[in-house]
């Protein structure tokens, strides 16, 4: 386990159960949550949560009706983001308390 997957790992376990993709291999899309947690702390935006989801689910499942810029989401799909959004921030919050 290398250092993206333990802080995709944290982030992770702070997205509700329910929220999770059910597809089988959620790690890569961890792993890309973690680089946006490094990258952006917490400016991270849900666009950009959705955007690593886009470039994960190219993968998973080409002809997916979500895969569309975030700006042409409907509410309630762009709403979606928003769980791992808050699961980042929370990361980063936590590391920034434990400095």
Do not use: C
């Not at 333990?6 to 059910?22: A, L, M, T, W």
């Not at 997916?64 to 919050?93: C, M, Q, R, W």
């Amino acid at each position: 386990m290398n250092y993206l997957d333990v802080v995709g790992k944290r982030i992770r376990d702070r997205v509700p159960r329910s929220e999770i993709p059910n597809e089988r291999d959620t790690d890569l899309l961890f792993r890309i949550y973690a680089v946006l947690l490094l990258a952006k702390g917490l400016q991270v935006t849900t666009e950009d949560v959705h955007n690593a989801w886009v470039a994960w689910m190219s993968e998973i499942d080409p002809t997916h009706a979500s895969l569309i810029p975030f700006g042409d989401l409907d509410a309630s799909t762009a709403a979606d983001d928003e769980p791992y959004v808050v699961a980042i921030k929370s990361v980063v919050a936590d590391e920034e308390t434990h400095k």
